[in-house]
């Protein structure tokens, strides 16, 4: 299984709109075989923070995805964060 998981840090004005542009491949990513989860969204202390975090059951899922996602052309500048992919090699309960 994949993480990938991190934050992007886009202008405070636009980044409600940067958000919104991803909910097409936000829904589509879901649908995908192989995609766990997925999920874009505002940070709610940081106005400059968008918060990411993609669930992939292999690598081999998430190559598929990539060579057909089609991000969103947003125009927004970002900086990258922190974003790093993880490699799980097993996971339970958090509680």
């Not at 089609?70 to 790093?84: C, E, L, S």
Request: hydrophobic share 45%; charged share 25%.
């Amino acid at each position: 299984m994949l993480v990938i998981a991190g934050h992007y840090n886009v202008p405070a004005a636009r980044r409600k709109a940067f958000v919104d542009a991803f909910a097409d491949l936000i829904r589509r990513a879901r649908a995908h075989p192989g995609c766990l989860d997925l999920s874009i969204s505002e940070d709610p202390v940081d106005p400059v923070r968008v918060n990411m975090m993609e669930l992939w059951q292999s690598e081999a899922a998430l190559k598929a995805w990539r060579k057909i996602a089609k991000p969103p052309k947003t125009g927004v500048k970002f900086d990258a964060g922190n974003v790093r992919k993880h490699e799980i090699s097993h996971s339970g309960p958090p509680f």
